[in-house]
C-alpha cells in the first residue's frame, strides 16, 4: 500500500531528506507493507492547502506549517509567539509534540495527528543595529509568520509582506531593512551583504507538524496503525528536520565569519523584549478566552512538557 | 439579463482597478509615510480573486474564452449548432460541478475559522463572493444553450 | 488501470473535449478531475479543482497579469501603440517590407510597456493588420508577423513569465528582465531577416508602401516619449530597489493610466472600457490557468511528470545531452500546454536539476522561458494564433499557423545561439 506524502519544500532539500528517512523508517515498521511515496515542492497543492489536501484525501499525509492557515489552529498559534519557547530547537520540538498532542483532537478533528514540532530558531537580521524593541520603530520588516507581523506592527515598525520567493529581492533592494528568518537562511538566499547585523537570541520558532488522513488511518490493519504510530513519536518530531536545523543553525558561524555583529542580549535587554511580545500573549489569550478555552492553563501545560522535556535530555 | 451582466461587468472591472490602486498606494505609503497597509497582502489578494471570479462571467458571457476551433470550422451550420450544444452542455455541467465544489470549501474554510494574516478577517466570505461569479458563468453557460437552439447564437462554444 | 494509461486516457479526453470546442481551460480542469478521481479517488478530485481555482484566483504571483495586461490595454487606448506603428513606419515606409518592419518594431516597443505576449498580439491585430491589409499586404503573412512580433514582449521587460521564473526559483526578477533586453532585440533583428527573406522570395506580398519627410519622421519621434517615459519608470524602479516587481506592475498599470488621461484619452467611458478588456482577457488566461494546474496536478499524481523528468537526469549524455533533452521536452510541452502552467509545474522539479548541472540560473531562465514561449504561436495550441484569429477572424488558424512558421525556424537559430554563447544573455547582468 502507498501512502502519498506531500510537503512544500524542493528536492533534495536537507527537509526532503529528513521526510524519506521518515518514510523509509514506516516502510521497515510494517514490514514493507505501507510504502511513503513523497511529493515535494507542492507538487500537489500550495502550502496553505496542505491541511486540507489531508483532510480532503487528495494527498494520505502531509507536513502542515500550522501558521500559513492563520484562524484554524489557535491554540498552536501559541508557538509562534516571539519567545514563546527560549530552549533549543530539539527540546522545543519534544515539549511542543507532547503538548499539543492533547489539543490536536481539538483544533484537527478532521484528520489524523501525527507528531508536531517546530523549525529552526529564527532570529531578527538587520540593515542597521538593533538591540532594544523601540530600534523596530519605523523599520521595514520582513515577518516569516502571521505572529511576526503583527509583533512588528507592535513594535512601531512596519511589515513588508512579500512572499518567502520576493523576500530576496525586498531586502537587497531596500525595500525592506530587516528580516526574521532562520540563521541559515540569510546566506541561502544570497541576503548576507544586505543585513550585517543580528540579535543572537531565539525570537521565534514556527509550529507546524506531520497529519494523516483520518478514513486512510482508520481503514489501516491494527498492525499497521501500530506501524504508523510507531512514528508519531517525539523522537521522530525531532527527527523530522533534525538535518535542516543542522544546517540553519551552521549559518549563525558563517554569518560571524564574515565579519558580521550578533549580538548577545543583556538581561535588561531581554527583559524589554519580553515586556514588548506581551501584547501578542494579551492578542492570543482573548482568542482562547473567546473560544471558552482557559489560557493560562494551556501556557501553562506548554511551559511543564518545556520543563519535561528540558529534564530528559 | 443583459443589464444585469453590465452591471457585473462594471463592478468587477471596479475591483481590478481597486487591485491596481492599492498596489500603487502601497508603495506610495511606504515612501510617504513609511508604513504599510495594514492587511494589504490578503485583501489585495481577494480583491483580486473577487475581480477574476466574476471576471469568468463576463468571459463567459462575452463568449471570450480561448478554444480549438479546427474541427468546428469544417461543420456545417447543422454540425456547428450541435457540436455548440453539446460542448455547452459539457462546460455548463463542469461550471456546476466548480460551483459546488467552490462552495463547499467556501463552508469548510467558514468552519475552520480561515482568517486574513493581520486584522483576522474571515475569508470564507470572499470566497462565498468568488462562488457567486461562477455559479453566475454556469447560468449564462446553460442560457444560451436555448438561444443555441433558436439558432441565435452563432459565436463562441461557452 | 495502469498509472500510465490512466495518464493516456486523460490525454484522450483532453483531446476529444479540445475539438468539439469546449473552451481550453474547462477542457483540461475536465480531464484532469476525470484522471485524478480514477488514481484517487471522486472526492478528493472535486476538493482538488476548488482548491486550484481558489488559489489561482487569489494568487499573489499571478497579479502581475491582470496588471500587466491593464497596462498594455491603457497603452493601447492612449494610442501608444499606433504612435509607435506610425513611427516606425515614417522611417521604414520606404523599404519593401517596411510596414512588416514597423509592424515588428512598434510591437518590440510596446512590449517594452506591457508584460503579456497576448495582449503585445491583440493590440498590434487591431492597429497594424488593418493598416497592412490596406496596403495591399497579404492577411496572412501580416498576421504571421504579428504573431512573431507579440513573442518579442517576452524577452524585452518587463515579462510576466519571466517575473514567475524568478519567483518560482528564487533568482532576482531585475537581472532576469536586464537579461532579457539584448535577447529581445536578437529577436527583432532574426525577424527582420526573415522578412527580408521572405520579402525577396513573395515581392507581390509585401508592396513599398512609400517615404515620410524628414519633418513627418521628426514628428513621428517626437511621439513615442510616453513609451520611454513609462518604460524608464517600471524597469528604473525595480533595478534602483524602489519597488518590487508585483508593485512595478501596479505603478506601470497606473502610470498608462496616468499618461492617458493627461493625454485626454481616458475618460471615464475609456478607463472602464479598458478594465473591462483587461479583466476579460486575464479571465481568459486565468481559466487556462485553474485547468492547467487541475491537469497537472493529475499528471504528477500519475507519476508521469517525476519520471519523465528523472529519466532526464540520468541520461549519460553529459550537462549539455540533458539540456538539449530538458529543452526538447519544453518544446513539445510548449506546443500542447500553457507556459504559465508549463512554469508553475515543473521548474521546482527541473530547477534543482539545472542547478546540479552547473548551468547559470539566470541565463536559463532566459532559454527555458525563450523555449516554452516559443509553443504560443506553434498548434495545437498556440495562444497568440488564437488571440490574433479572434480579433480578425477572417484569417483562418491555419493560415496564419504556415504564416508564422519561417518565424519559428529563426527562433531555433536564435535559441542555439543563446545556447552557444550565454554572454548574449549575460552581457548586461553581470
Ligand atoms: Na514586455
Ligand atoms: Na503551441
Redesign the pocket.
Known amino acids: 500500500d502507498t501512502l502519498r506524502f506531500s510537503h512544500f519544500l524542493p528536492p533534495g532539500h536537507y527537509f526532503d531528506n529528513d521526510v524519506n528517512a521518515w518514510g523509509a523508517a514506516l516502510d521497515e515498521a510494517s514490514g514493507g507493507e505501507l510504502t511513503v511515496q513523497v511529493f515535494p515542492a507542492g507538487q500537489m497543492g500550495a502550502p496553505a492547502d496542505h491541511y486540507a489536501m489531508v483532510r480532503d484525501g487528495i494527498v494520505d499525509v502531509a507536513w502542515v506549517n500550522f501558521g500559513y492557515t492563520p484562524g484554524a489552529f489557535p491554540i498552536a498559534d501559541l508557538i509562534d509567539l516571539p519567545f514563546s519557547l527560549e530552549v533549543p530547537r530539539d527540546v522545543a520540538s519534544v515539549a511542543v509534540n507532547t503538548w499539543y498532542a492533547a489539543y490536536a483532537g481539538q483544533e484537527m478533528s478532521d484528520v489524523h495527528f501525527c507528531l508536531a514540532h517546530v523549525g529552526a530558531p529564527g532570529a531578527l537580521h538587520s540593515a542597521q543595529p538593533i538591540t532594544l524593541p523601540s530600534d523596530v520603530a519605523g523599520l521595514q520588516v520582513r515577518p516569516a509568520s502571521g505572529s511576526m507581523a503583527r509583533f512588528i506592527a507592535d513594535l512601531g515598525g512596519s511589515a513588508v509582506q512579500v512572499p518567502a520567493t520576493e523576500a530576496r529581492q525586498a531586502i537587497e533592494r531596500g525595500v525592506a531593512n530587516a528580516i526574521t528568518f532562520p540563521w541559515g537562511s540569510i546566506d541561502f538566499f544570497g541576503i548576507s551583504d544586505a543585513v550585517p547585523y543580528h540579535i543572537a537570541d531565539t525570537l521565534y520558532y514556527v509550529g507546524a507538524g506531520i497529519v494523516m488522513n483520518k478514513a486512510r488511518y482508520e481503514g489501516l490493519s491494527p498492525e499497521m496503525r501500530a506501524a504508523v504510530d510507531s512514528v508519531c513519536t517525539s523522537e521522530w518530531a525531532v527527527g523530522v528536520g533534525a538535518s535542516w536545523v543542522e544546517f540553519e543553525n551552521n549559518g549563525r558561524q558563517v554569518l560571524a565569519d564574515m565579519g558580521h555583529t550578533i549580538h548577545e542580549s543583556t538581561p535588561e535587554e531581554l527583559a524589554a523584549w519580553h515586556e514588548a511580545a506581551q501584547p501578542s500573549y494579551d492578542r492570543w489569550a482573548a482568542t482562547m478566552v473567546a473560544q471558552g478555552l482557559d489560557p493560562q492553563e494551556i501556557r501553562a501545560s506548554l511551559d511543564a512538557a518545556v520543563d519535561a522535556a528540558a529534564a530528559a535530555q | 439579463m443583459n443589464r444585469f451582466l453590465r452591471a457585473i461587468e462594471l463592478a468587477a472591472s471596479l475591483m481590478l482597478g481597486v487591485v491596481t490602486l492599492i498596489t500603487f498606494a502601497n508603495v506610495v505609503m511606504r515612501f510617504g509615510f513609511n508604513s504599510a497597509l495594514m492587511d494589504s497582502f490578503d485583501l489585495t489578494r481577494m480583491a483580486q480573486g473577487l475581480a477574476l471570479a466574476w471576471g469568468i462571467a463576463v468571459t463567459t458571457h462575452r463568449s471570450e474564452h480561448i478554444t480549438i476551433d479546427g474541427l468546428w470550422t469544417l461543420m456545417g451550420p447543422r454540425g456547428r449548432r450541435v457540436m455548440d450544444i453539446v460542448a455547452r452542455v459539457i462546460t455548463g455541467s463542469f461550471l456546476l460541478v466548480l460551483t459546488l465544489a467552490m462552495a463547499q470549501r467556501a463552508y469548510r474554510n467558514m468552519l475552520s475559522n480561515l482568517s486574513t494574516a493581520e486584522l483576522s478577517i474571515p475569508i470564507w466570505g470572499f470566497h462565498a463572493a468568488m462562488t457567486l461569479g461562477i455559479a453566475l458563468a454556469c447560468f449564462v453557460v446553460f442560457a444560451s444553450i436555448r438561444l443555441v437552439r433558436n439558432g441565435g447564437y452563432t459565436r463562441g462554444a461557452a | 488501470m495502469s498509472l500510465t494509461a490512466i495518464a493516456l486516457a486523460g490525454f484522450a479526453i483532453l483531446v476529444v473535449l479540445l475539438l468539439i470546442r469546449v473552451p481550453v481551460g474547462i477542457a483540461m480542469a475536465i480531464a484532469g478531475i476525470a484522471g485524478f478521481s480514477l488514481v484517487v479517488g471522486i472526492d478528493p478530485a472535486i476538493s482538488m479543482v476548488s482548491q486550484v481555482a481558489f488559489n489561482a484566483l487569489t494568487a499573489y504571483e499571478f497579479s502581475i497579469i491582470p496588471m500587466f495586461i491593464l497596462m498594455g490595454t491603457f497603452a493601447a487606448k492612449s494610442d501608444l501603440s499606433l504612435e509607435m506603428f506610425r513611427a516606425s513606419q515614417a522611417w521604414l515606409g520606404r523599404f519593401r517590407g517596411g510596414m512588416a518592419f514597423s509592424a515588428l518594431v512598434a510591437s518590440a516597443g510596446f512590449?517594452?510597456v506591457?508584460?503579456s505576449s497576448m495582449a503585445t498580439a491583440a493590440t498590434m491585430t487591431r492597429v497594424a493588420l488593418p493598416e497592412m491589409e490596406r496596403n495591399g499586404y497579404d492577411g496572412a503573412l501580416s498576421a504571421g508577423v504579428i504573431a512573431a512580433g507579440g513573442t518579442l514582449?517576452i524577452m524585452?521587460?518587463?515579462?510576466a513569465v519571466l517575473a514567475l521564473y524568478g519567483f518560482i526559483t528564487q533568482q532576482n526578477v531585475a537581472d532576469l528582465f536586464i537579461a532579457g533586453i539584448l535577447p529581445g532585440l536578437l529577436g527583432l533583428a532574426c525577424y527582420a531577416s526573415a522578412i527580408l527573406i521572405l520579402g525577396f522570395f513573395r515581392p507581390a506580398s509585401m508592396p513599398v508602401a512609400g517615404s515620410s519627410s524628414w519633418s513627418e519622421k521628426l514628428i513621428s519621434l517626437s511621439r513615442v516619449w510616453a513609451i520611454a517615459l513609462l518604460f524608464g519608470l517600471i524597469i528604473g524602479g525595480i533595478y534602483g530597489g524602489v519597488f518590487t516587481v508585483t508593485e512595478a506592475a501596479g505603478i506601470g498599470a497606473f502610470g498608462a493610466w496616468l499618461i492617458g488621461t493627461l493625454r485626454g484619452r481616458l475618460g471615464v467611458k475609456a478607463t472602464l472600457e479598458c478594465l473591462g478588456e483587461a479583466l476579460a482577457m486575464s479571465a481568459a488566461i486565468f481559466t487556462i490557468v485553474i485547468g492547467a494546474l487541475t491537469f497537472g496536478y493529475f499528471l504528477t499524481v500519475t507519476g508521469t511528470t517525476t519520471a519523465l523528468i528523472g529519466w532526464l537526469a540520468n541520461q549519460p549524455v553529459g550537462p549539455y545531452g540533458v539540456l538539449t533533452l530538458i529543452l526538447l521536452g519544453y518544446l513539445v510541452l510548449g506546443a500542447v500546454m500553457d507556459e504559465l502552467a508549463i512554469t508553475l509545474l515543473t521548474l521546482p522539479i527541473v530547477f534543482p536539476v539545472i542547478q546540479s548541472l552547473g548551468f547559470d540560473p539566470i541565463w536559463f531562465g532566459v532559454i527555458f522561458v525563450m523555449t516554452v514561449t516559443l509553443g504560443v504561436n506553434t498548434p495545437p495550441i498556440g495562444m497568440n494564433v488564437f488571440v490574433i484569429n479572434s480579433i480578425a477572424r477572417h484569417i483562418s488558424l491555419g493560415r496564419i499557423y504556415r504564416a508564422v512558421m519561417p518565424f519559428i525556424a529563426v527562433d531555433l537559430v536564435r535559441l542555439l545561439l543563446l545556447i552557444l554563447f550565454p554572454s548574449i544573455a549575460l552581457y548586461l547582468v553581470y
Open positions: 512590449a517594452a506591457n508584460g514582449g524585452i521587460p518587463p515579462s
